[in-house]
């Protein structure tokens, strides 16, 4: 299968500095890329679809101006955490679309962030 | 946009029965219906999916089956083990370019030896 690579894996930040989390596609192009983030024991919440080369589309409720997200490249999305607060703390994970004869998401590792 | 209900959130069974997990969608241009299984802090694996062309898929133990006038799909696991303990997702999409997966919130299952 497709391989997406996330980095870092984890992280700890002092409250009000930013964090970038970098998501690849390390053997196809995704000119699609997701992030979601996860709380504790919940699902996997949809923040925001990163589109190459033109801006990202936020979800409800999700601020474009503290998650900023750079689409840069067919395989490389970024997503950063700007001025981090303790309730930013969560697990962070990216999805790449494979698209073919079988389309299908791939995961990065996931990021597990803890602001302090 | 989608919305996806899932339920039992936990399940609790003995080695060696079945399991079965339900889940809802509300979009009726949803076509693509992926399961998957995420252990703690890792990433979700796919286990099985399901397109709407098709009724039923099995995989081994793992069988989803999907009634498309109703707008649900259900997960079935046979002989469980207790490897197969995991939170399970379903999610939905239209499955076009750039169209997420919506997940549901997931189910806890625990099978005990």
């Known amino acids: 299968g497709a391989v997406v690579s996330q980095h870092p894996s984890r992280v700890i930040c002092k409250s009000g500095t930013s964090v970038k989390i970098e998501c690849r596609s390390l053997d196809f192009q995704a000119t699609t890329m997701f992030w979601y983030r996860q709380f504790p024991k919940q699902s996997l919440m949809l923040m925001a679809t990163?589109?190459?080369?033109?801006?990202?589309?936020?979800e409800q409720g999700v601020e474009k101006d503290k998650f900023l997200i750079n689409h840069a490249s067919l395989t490389l999305s970024t997503l950063t955490v700007t001025s981090a607060h303790p309730e930013d703390s969560s697990f962070y994970i990216c999805?790449?679309?494979?698209?073919?004869?079988?389309?299908?998401?791939?995961f990065g590792q996931g990021t597990r962030l803890t602001v302090v | 946009g989608e919305n996806v209900e899932q339920h039992p959130s936990t399940l609790s069974v003995q080695e060696g029965d079945s399991a079965v997990i339900k889940c809802t969608y509300s979009d009726s241009a949803s076509n693509y219906f992926p399961w998957y299984k995420q252990e703690l802090g890792k990433r979700p694996q796919l286990i099985i999916d399901?397109?709407?062309?098709?009724g039923e898929k099995k995989d081994q133990r793992i069988a989803v089956t999907l009634n498309k006038t109703a707008k649900h799909f259900s997960l079935h696991i046979t002989e469980t083990q207790p490897e197969d303990s995991a939170v399970y997702f379903c999610a939905a999409s239209t499955r076009q370019a750039g169209t997420a997966l919506i997940f549901g919130k997931g189910t806890t299952l625990s099978v005990s030896s």
């Open positions: 399901i397109r709407s062309n098709v």
């Open positions: 990163s589109n190459e080369g033109s801006k990202a589309t936020y």
């Open positions: 999805s790449a679309i494979k698209q073919g004869k079988v389309t299908e998401a791939f």
